[in-house]
Protein backbone atom coordinates (compact mmCIF):
# COMPACT_ATOMS: atom_id res chain seq x y z
CA UNK A 1 0.00 0.00 0.00
CA UNK A 2 1.15 3.60 -0.89
CA UNK A 3 2.40 5.44 1.64
CA UNK A 4 -0.19 8.64 0.63
CA UNK A 5 -2.78 5.80 1.05
CA UNK A 6 -2.36 5.49 4.37
CA UNK A 7 -2.38 9.56 5.01
CA UNK A 8 -5.66 9.66 3.01
CA UNK A 9 -7.40 6.79 5.52
CA UNK A 10 -5.84 8.79 8.72
CA UNK A 11 -7.07 12.49 7.17
CA UNK A 12 -10.60 10.55 6.90
CA UNK A 13 -10.81 9.02 10.48
CA UNK A 14 -9.15 12.21 11.97
CA UNK A 15 -12.09 14.07 10.39
CA UNK A 16 -14.55 11.93 11.35
CA UNK A 17 -13.22 12.12 14.86
CA UNK A 18 -13.18 16.26 14.70
CA UNK A 19 -17.17 15.42 13.53
CA UNK A 20 -17.62 13.36 16.52
CA UNK A 21 -16.13 15.91 19.05
CA UNK A 22 -18.39 18.79 17.53
CA UNK A 23 -21.67 17.20 18.42
CA UNK A 24 -20.24 16.89 21.84
CA UNK A 25 -22.89 18.16 24.45
CA UNK A 26 -22.29 22.20 24.84
CA UNK A 27 -18.78 21.77 22.62
CA UNK A 28 -16.86 20.64 25.66
CA UNK A 29 -14.25 19.49 23.39
CA UNK A 30 -13.16 22.80 21.35
CA UNK A 31 -9.27 21.76 22.24
CA UNK A 32 -9.30 18.16 20.58
CA UNK A 33 -11.46 19.70 17.91
CA UNK A 34 -8.70 22.16 16.89
CA UNK A 35 -6.29 19.00 17.33
CA UNK A 36 -8.24 17.23 15.23
CA UNK A 37 -8.50 19.61 12.37
CA UNK A 38 -4.77 20.15 12.90
CA UNK A 39 -4.02 16.41 12.06
CA UNK A 40 -6.14 16.16 9.68
CA UNK A 41 -4.31 19.13 7.73
CA UNK A 42 -1.23 17.31 8.43
CA UNK A 43 -2.46 14.03 6.69
CA UNK A 44 -3.49 16.31 3.58
CA UNK A 45 -0.12 17.40 3.45
CA UNK A 46 2.27 14.74 4.34
CA UNK A 47 0.00 12.58 1.54
CA UNK A 48 0.69 15.26 -1.39
CA UNK A 49 4.61 15.10 -0.42
CA UNK A 50 4.77 11.65 -0.57
CA UNK A 51 2.41 11.90 -3.99
CA UNK A 52 4.05 14.31 -5.80
CA UNK A 53 7.74 14.78 -4.52
CA UNK A 54 8.24 11.62 -3.60
CA UNK A 55 8.95 12.67 0.40
CA UNK A 56 8.00 9.34 2.47
CA UNK A 57 10.00 10.42 5.64
CA UNK A 58 9.14 13.81 7.42
CA UNK A 59 10.26 13.19 11.49
CA UNK A 60 9.09 16.55 13.24
CA UNK A 61 6.87 19.73 12.74
CA UNK A 62 9.84 21.55 11.77
CA UNK A 63 10.69 19.51 8.90
CA UNK A 64 6.90 19.34 7.72
CA UNK A 65 6.84 23.42 8.05
CA UNK A 66 10.01 23.87 5.74
CA UNK A 67 9.08 21.67 3.08
CA UNK A 68 5.90 23.69 3.46
CA UNK A 69 7.21 26.82 2.86
CA UNK A 70 9.72 25.55 -0.25
CA UNK A 71 6.78 22.98 -1.83
CA UNK A 72 3.53 24.54 -1.02
CA UNK A 73 3.67 27.90 -0.15
CA UNK A 74 0.44 29.07 -0.85
CA UNK A 75 -0.68 27.04 2.22
CA UNK A 76 2.24 28.31 4.14
CA UNK A 77 0.56 31.24 6.40
CA UNK A 78 -2.29 29.12 6.69
CA UNK A 79 -0.78 26.15 8.28
CA UNK A 80 1.17 27.92 10.47
CA UNK A 81 -1.72 29.77 12.12
CA UNK A 82 -3.29 26.32 12.34
CA UNK A 83 -0.31 24.97 13.70
CA UNK A 84 -0.10 27.97 16.34
CA UNK A 85 -3.54 27.37 17.15
CA UNK A 86 -3.40 23.41 17.83
CA UNK A 87 -0.50 24.18 20.14
CA UNK A 88 -2.06 26.77 22.01
CA UNK A 89 -5.45 24.15 22.08
CA UNK A 90 -2.98 21.60 23.36
CA UNK A 91 -1.07 23.53 26.00
CA UNK A 92 -2.26 27.10 26.93
CA UNK A 93 -5.62 28.43 28.21
CA UNK A 94 -9.03 27.59 27.13
CA UNK A 95 -9.58 27.75 23.18
CA UNK A 96 -12.28 30.40 22.33
CA UNK A 97 -15.13 29.28 19.88
CA UNK A 98 -13.61 32.45 17.50
CA UNK A 99 -10.24 30.57 17.30
CA UNK A 100 -11.61 26.73 16.66
CA UNK A 101 -13.83 28.78 13.96
CA UNK A 102 -10.63 30.12 12.88
CA UNK A 103 -9.06 26.68 12.50
CA UNK A 104 -11.99 25.23 10.70
CA UNK A 105 -11.23 28.32 8.34
CA UNK A 106 -7.87 27.26 8.15
CA UNK A 107 -8.42 23.37 7.72
CA UNK A 108 -10.88 24.05 4.68
CA UNK A 109 -8.36 26.21 2.50
CA UNK A 110 -5.82 23.23 3.58
CA UNK A 111 -8.05 20.82 2.45
CA UNK A 112 -9.59 22.71 -0.59
CA UNK A 113 -5.85 23.35 -2.33
CA UNK A 114 -4.48 19.62 -1.43
CA UNK A 115 -7.79 17.81 -2.56
CA UNK A 116 -6.44 16.26 -6.60
CA UNK A 117 -8.96 16.87 -9.03
CA UNK A 118 -9.64 15.87 -12.52
CA UNK A 119 -9.40 18.00 -15.39
CA UNK A 120 -11.74 17.46 -18.14
CA UNK A 121 -8.73 16.50 -19.86
CA UNK A 122 -7.85 13.94 -18.00
CA UNK A 123 -4.89 15.39 -16.13
CA UNK A 124 -4.67 14.88 -12.25
CA UNK A 125 -4.24 18.01 -10.57
CA UNK A 126 -2.85 16.91 -6.92
CA UNK A 127 -2.58 20.75 -6.15
CA UNK A 128 -6.01 22.36 -7.01
CA UNK A 129 -4.85 26.14 -7.37
CA UNK A 130 -7.90 26.67 -9.52
CA UNK A 131 -6.59 25.85 -13.22
CA UNK A 132 -5.19 22.58 -14.63
CA UNK A 133 -1.25 22.72 -14.82
CA UNK A 134 -1.91 20.49 -17.91
CA UNK A 135 -4.24 22.51 -20.08
CA UNK A 136 -4.73 25.57 -18.44
CA UNK A 137 -8.35 25.17 -18.03
CA UNK A 138 -10.40 26.04 -15.34
CA UNK A 139 -11.15 23.37 -12.56
CA UNK B 1 18.17 13.67 17.05
CA UNK B 2 20.24 16.26 18.73
CA UNK B 3 20.94 16.05 22.34
CA UNK B 4 19.68 18.74 24.75
CA UNK B 5 23.30 19.82 25.05
CA UNK B 6 23.26 20.63 21.41
CA UNK B 7 20.02 22.45 21.70
CA UNK B 8 20.63 24.50 24.64
CA UNK B 9 23.74 26.62 25.07
CA UNK B 10 22.30 30.12 26.44
CA UNK B 11 19.36 31.41 27.76
CA UNK B 12 18.70 35.01 27.04
CA UNK B 13 15.79 36.46 29.54
CA UNK B 14 14.48 39.99 29.16
CA UNK B 15 12.54 41.34 32.87
CA UNK B 16 10.75 44.56 33.84
CA UNK B 17 11.80 44.25 37.14
CA UNK B 18 13.72 42.58 40.27
CA UNK B 19 10.63 40.60 41.31
CA UNK B 20 11.82 37.94 38.29
CA UNK B 21 14.94 37.32 40.44
CA UNK B 22 14.08 33.57 41.08
CA UNK B 23 12.58 32.87 37.73
CA UNK B 24 16.22 33.72 36.80
CA UNK B 25 17.88 31.82 38.84
CA UNK B 26 15.64 29.21 38.14
CA UNK B 27 15.97 29.40 34.57
CA UNK B 28 20.24 29.72 34.84
CA UNK B 29 19.57 26.48 36.86
CA UNK B 30 17.48 24.79 34.48
CA UNK B 31 19.69 25.75 31.19
CA UNK B 32 22.94 25.00 31.82
CA UNK B 33 24.37 27.36 35.27
CA UNK B 34 27.28 29.47 34.40
CA UNK B 35 26.87 29.04 30.11
CA UNK B 36 23.79 30.90 30.87
CA UNK B 37 23.64 34.55 29.55
CA UNK B 38 21.11 36.66 31.37
CA UNK B 39 20.29 40.66 31.21
CA UNK B 40 17.97 41.61 34.19
CA UNK B 41 16.99 45.42 31.75
CA UNK B 42 15.87 47.45 34.74
CA UNK B 43 12.27 48.88 34.93
CA UNK B 44 11.14 51.47 32.53
CA UNK B 45 11.74 54.94 33.26
CA UNK B 46 8.60 57.15 33.12
CA UNK B 47 10.05 60.48 33.18
CA UNK B 48 9.32 61.33 29.62
CA UNK B 49 5.97 61.36 27.87
CA UNK B 50 6.75 61.99 24.81
CA UNK B 51 8.37 58.60 23.34
CA UNK B 52 6.86 55.49 22.17
CA UNK B 53 4.63 53.36 24.15
CA UNK B 54 6.59 51.61 26.49
CA UNK B 55 5.77 48.51 25.28
CA UNK B 56 6.88 49.12 21.85
CA UNK B 57 10.33 50.42 23.47
CA UNK B 58 10.44 47.55 24.98
CA UNK B 59 10.54 45.72 22.25
CA UNK B 60 12.90 47.87 20.15
CA UNK B 61 15.29 47.52 23.18
CA UNK B 62 15.08 43.60 22.68
CA UNK B 63 15.65 43.84 19.25
CA UNK B 64 19.01 45.61 19.68
CA UNK B 65 19.74 42.96 22.36
CA UNK B 66 19.64 40.80 19.73
CA UNK B 67 22.45 41.92 18.06
CA UNK B 68 24.58 42.26 21.07
CA UNK B 69 23.62 39.03 22.34
CA UNK B 70 24.55 37.65 18.41
CA UNK B 71 27.92 39.05 18.82
CA UNK B 72 28.20 37.16 22.22
CA UNK B 73 26.39 34.27 21.04
CA UNK B 74 29.13 33.84 18.06
CA UNK B 75 31.88 33.34 20.65
CA UNK B 76 30.08 29.81 21.20
CA UNK B 77 28.66 29.10 18.26
CA UNK B 78 28.17 29.67 14.66
CA UNK B 79 24.57 31.72 14.78
CA UNK B 80 23.90 33.89 11.38
CA UNK B 81 22.29 36.66 12.17
CA UNK B 82 22.12 39.19 9.43
CA UNK B 83 21.68 42.60 10.98
CA UNK B 84 19.72 43.86 8.03
CA UNK B 85 17.41 41.54 8.86
CA UNK B 86 16.86 41.69 12.74
CA UNK B 87 15.85 45.61 11.87
CA UNK B 88 13.03 44.48 9.53
CA UNK B 89 12.06 42.05 12.44
CA UNK B 90 12.13 45.11 14.94
CA UNK B 91 10.11 47.02 12.53
CA UNK B 92 7.34 44.47 12.27
CA UNK B 93 7.43 42.94 15.88
CA UNK B 94 7.10 46.55 17.10
CA UNK B 95 3.32 46.19 15.51
CA UNK B 96 2.69 44.04 18.10
CA UNK B 97 1.12 46.12 20.86
CA UNK B 98 -1.36 43.92 22.92
CA UNK B 99 0.99 42.68 24.95
CA UNK B 100 2.59 43.45 28.06
CA UNK B 101 5.95 41.07 28.39
CA UNK B 102 8.12 39.28 26.51
CA UNK B 103 10.96 36.82 26.88
CA UNK B 104 13.09 35.43 24.52
CA UNK B 105 15.28 32.21 24.80
CA UNK B 106 17.81 31.76 21.90
CA UNK B 107 19.13 28.42 20.72
CA UNK B 108 22.01 27.22 18.15
CA UNK B 109 18.75 26.60 16.18
CA UNK B 110 16.34 29.55 16.55
CA UNK B 111 14.79 32.38 18.82
CA UNK B 112 11.25 31.33 21.15
CA UNK B 113 9.21 34.24 22.31
CA UNK B 114 7.27 33.87 25.36
CA UNK B 115 4.56 36.61 25.10
CA UNK B 116 2.71 37.76 28.31
CA UNK B 117 -0.75 39.34 27.32
CA UNK B 118 -3.78 40.40 29.61
CA UNK B 119 -5.42 42.80 26.32
CA UNK B 120 -6.50 42.47 23.46
CA UNK B 121 -7.87 38.99 21.64
CA UNK B 122 -5.48 36.04 21.50
CA UNK B 123 -6.16 35.29 17.91
CA UNK B 124 -5.89 38.78 16.72
CA UNK B 125 -2.19 38.82 18.42
CA UNK B 126 -1.75 35.27 17.22
CA UNK B 127 -2.81 36.34 13.28
CA UNK B 128 0.11 39.06 13.30
CA UNK B 129 2.58 36.68 14.92
CA UNK B 130 1.45 34.27 12.21
CA UNK B 131 2.35 37.23 9.42
CA UNK B 132 5.79 38.20 11.35
CA UNK B 133 6.76 34.59 11.00
CA UNK B 134 6.09 34.10 7.97
CA UNK B 135 8.11 37.06 7.07
CA UNK B 136 11.24 35.90 9.44
CA UNK B 137 11.34 32.37 7.60
CA UNK B 138 12.21 34.44 4.51
CA UNK B 139 14.96 36.40 6.10
CA UNK B 140 16.72 33.74 8.18
CA UNK B 141 17.74 30.42 7.00
CA UNK B 142 18.09 27.37 9.58
CA UNK B 143 16.72 29.63 12.35
CA UNK B 144 13.49 28.98 13.97
CA UNK B 145 10.74 31.66 15.00
CA UNK B 146 8.64 30.04 17.29
CA UNK B 147 6.30 31.88 20.35
CA UNK B 148 3.97 31.01 22.93
CA UNK B 149 1.14 33.33 23.67
CA UNK B 150 0.26 33.31 27.65
CA UNK B 151 -2.34 35.50 29.08
CA UNK B 152 -0.94 37.05 32.30
CA UNK B 153 -3.24 35.23 34.71
CA UNK B 154 -1.71 32.21 34.36
CA UNK B 155 1.71 32.31 36.19
CA UNK B 156 2.38 29.11 37.06
CA UNK B 157 1.83 28.07 33.88
CA UNK B 158 4.72 30.92 32.43
CA UNK B 159 7.18 29.33 34.80
CA UNK B 160 6.13 25.73 33.71
CA UNK B 161 6.82 26.96 30.07
CA UNK B 162 9.63 29.02 30.13
CA UNK B 163 11.89 26.30 31.72
CA UNK B 164 10.74 23.71 29.40
CA UNK B 165 13.34 24.15 26.15
CA UNK B 166 13.13 24.74 23.07
CA UNK B 167 13.53 21.13 21.32
CA UNK B 168 10.94 19.49 23.56
CA UNK B 169 8.67 21.41 21.27
CA UNK B 170 9.27 19.69 17.73
Same mark, same amino acid.
Given at each position: ? %??????????????????????? %?? #?????????????????????????????????????????????????? #????????????????? %?????????????????????????????????????????????? | ?????????????????????????????? /??????????????????????????????? &???? !? &?????????????? !?? =?????????????? =???????????????? /??????????? =???????? !???? /?????????????? &?????????????????????
Amino acid at each position: M %PLYTWHDRKKRHNIQANKYLVRA %PS #RQYLDWETVTLFYSAVHYIDSYLDRQHGIDIIENHRQRNQWVKVLISRIE #RTYRLLYHLSQDARYDS %PISISEVNRAKTCFGEIKKILTPVTCSCGHLNLLNIGVCENCGNHL | MSSEKDYVKHVYVRTPNEKYERLLEYLANA /FGGDKAIIFNIPEKSQEKEEKPSATNQQLIE &LSSE !I &LTLKNQLNKYLKVE !IR =EESVRVFSSLISQI =EEINEVYAQHNINGII /FWIIYDRGDRL =EILEKLVD !IECE /FEKLFNNFDFDYRL &LPISSKSTRIQVMSEPIYLRK
